[in-house]
Nanobody
Framework: QVQLVESGGGLVQPGGSLRLSCAAS????????MGWYRQAPGKQRELVAD???????NYAEPVKGRFTISRDNAKSTVYLQMNSLKPEDTAVYYC?????????WGQGTQVTVSS
């Protein structure tokens, strides 16, 4: 069992930056992949970025070059550094932990990019 708590969302102007955090607890050593997903109203939840246990990073094309996923193993936390934010980045951002036989989601944190 893994529990995930996101934080760091909020309102930011276009072109601004925001850093999301996802603190994991529980069976953290069983986690294979940590990822960030987002879902805007009326849209499907989509992958933003993920990072594997060995440190390999993967990004969705719309965020490449703007977002960076990282880990702090000592704090059992993954981050999503979001730069050059655009209005289309507005969504609820969810943290996901993938284990061998299941996955877990955080509650989500709202990111709103607006002037």
């Amino acid at each position: 069992q893994v529990q995930l708590v996101e934080s760091g969302g909020g309102l930011v102007q276009p072109g601004g930056s925001l850093r999301l955090s996802c603190a994991a607890s529980g069976s953290i050593f069983s986690i294979l992949v940590m990822g960030w997903y987002r879902q805007a109203p009326g849209k499907q939840r989509e992958l933003v970025a993920d990072i594997t246990r060995d440190g390999s990073e993967n990004y969705a094309e719309p965020v490449k070059g703007r977002f960076t996923i990282s880990r702090d193993n000592a704090k059992s936390t993954v981050y999503l550094q979001m730069n050059s934010l655009k209005p289309e980045d507005t969504a609820v951002y969810y943290c996901k932990a993938v284990l061998k036989f299941g996955s877990y989601w955080g509650q989500g944190t709202q990111v709103t990019v607006s002037s």
